[in-house]
């Protein structure tokens, strides 16, 4: 069970906007940089925001981060079938001085 | 452009040793490095993480004590050395360049399989 937690699925049709949530503590998400992932099977997984709410270059602006407190959210708009992966949220521990992935939410375009 | 590949991955008996490897092209001693692993039908898991000069290392709970991440900045390449291997320890591995605490760039994995 990890620390940070996320729901197990999230779907959508095209073209509809979902959001993924991360639910963590005042150790990580209250205090630290929020990441997010996105996996696609038998790929490398892809950095999709870094500092909360930025996008690396070449990341559609579809993708958007925020974060409120202990909970961070992806959001995606205009669902695509493309986007069909599975997102990791992620982030730093003080406690643990260890990283955290969140387990992970399989998306899946309807 | 940069490249990351990670080789060493096979098969190994409960209780034994492995040692993954991850060439690196590109800019690499500057940068922090971390592997993570995918364990089958589970998430992302992150292991380990080495600064520029060897500094500062970290460890998960799960493994710490068993493995030993090191660098040769010389030879652009990023190790992962793994003792007491157990059957939970089956996964695929990457190595992950870090910038500003996200992980940027990422290798295609290799497998490691823990089985008697």
């Known amino acids: 069970q990890s620390v940070l937690t996320q729901a197990p699925s999230a779907s959508g049709t095209p073209g509809q906007n979902v959001t993924i949530s991360c639910s963590g503590g005042s150790s990580n998400i209250g205090s630290r940089s929020v990441f997010w992932y996105q996996h696609l099977p038998g790929k490398a997984p892809k950095l999709l925001i870094r500092d909360n709410n930025q996008r690396p270059s070449g990341v559609p602006d579809r993708f958007s981060g925020s974060k409120s407190g202990t909970s961070a959210s992806l959001a995606i708009s205009g669902l695509r079938s493309e986007d069909e992966a599975d997102y990791y949220c992620a982030v730093w521990d003080n406690t643990l001085a260890g990283r955290l992935f969140g387990g992970g939410t399989k998306l899946t375009v309807l | 452009e940069v490249q990351l590949l990670e080789s060493g991955g096979g098969l190994v008996q409960p209780g034994g040793s492995l040692r993954l490897s991850c060439a690196v092209s590109g800019l690499f001693s500057a940068y922090s490095f971390n592997w993570v692993r995918q364990a089958p039908g589970k998430g992302l898991e992150w292991i380990s993480s080495i600064n520029g000069n060897s500094e500062y290392i970290y460890y998960a709970d799960s493994v710490r004590g068993r493995f030993t991440i090191s660098r040769d900045n010389a030879k652009k390449s990023l190790s992962l050395h793994m003792d007491s291997l157990r059957l939970e320890d089956t996964a695929i591995y990457y190595c992950?360049?870090?910038?500003?605490?996200?992980?940027?760039?990422w290798g295609q994995g290799t497998l490691v399989t823990v089985s008697a």
């Open positions: 992950t360049r870090e910038l500003h605490e996200g992980f940027e760039y």
